[in-house]
């Protein structure tokens, strides 16, 4: 589906989960989703440097509006190269919501670490659901999400480099917890 096909709510205006018995809007609003995604900038995270110390690797702003009680997966990769660093990172992603002051973690906290003078390149990866979308506070919002990473532990020589962050998140109906219809 591309942003041109029927579906996109990021764009079209008037779609939405409306209020009704038709089987056809049933069967339509099943058939909906969102992906979006986005490939950040490399990080250098240079050798003795003050721990811990965070940075932000990528962010993806979602309007869920139009869901009745979306189920959201995060997946966020990226390839981190080491030259004779020890190093010792926490991954995890923020959600703030338009009504929040202070962002609030999901899911657990994803660590890479390398000894001592490692050298070498690793694809790392992680998958991360958001669908506890309960109450009326996940609905008509627009939320920000972000992963950051956390340099724990940095040895006293070395580089390491966070190539490709790429971010992308797919926002589905949750029906089983759906009262729209």
């Known amino acids: 589906m591309n942003s041109m096909s029927k579906g996109n709510w990021q764009e079209e205006k008037g779609c939405g989960c409306k209020k009704g018995k ?45 869901f009745c009680n979306p189920c959201i997966k995060f997946e966020f990769a990226s390839n981190i190269v080491t030259i004779g660093a020890e190093v010792t990172l926490d991954f995890q992603i923020f959600k703030q919501c338009r009504k929040q002051t202070t962002a609030t973690a999901l899911g657990p906290v994803w660590t890479f670490s390398r000894p001592a003078g490692t050298t070498g390149s ?55 917890n759906c009262n729209c219809y």
Do not use: M, Q, R
């Open 122 to 176: 690793d694809a790392f990866t992680f998958i991360v659901c958001d669908c506890d979308c309960d109450s009326d506070s996940c609905f008509d919002e627009c939320c920000t999400y972000t992963v950051v990473v956390t340099v724990t532990e940095d040895g006293a020589a070395g580089t390491t480099v966070i190539n490709n962050p790429t971010f992308s998140a797919l926002v589905v109906e949750n029906e089983a």
């Open 22 to 66: 038709e089987d056809n809007h049933k069967k339509e609003k099943e058939d909906e989703f969102l992906l979006k995604c986005k490939t950040g900038f490399p990080v250098t995270i240079p050798f003795s440097l003050p721990t811990p110390t965070s940075f932000t690797l990528n962010t993806l702003n979602l309007k869920t509006e139009h």
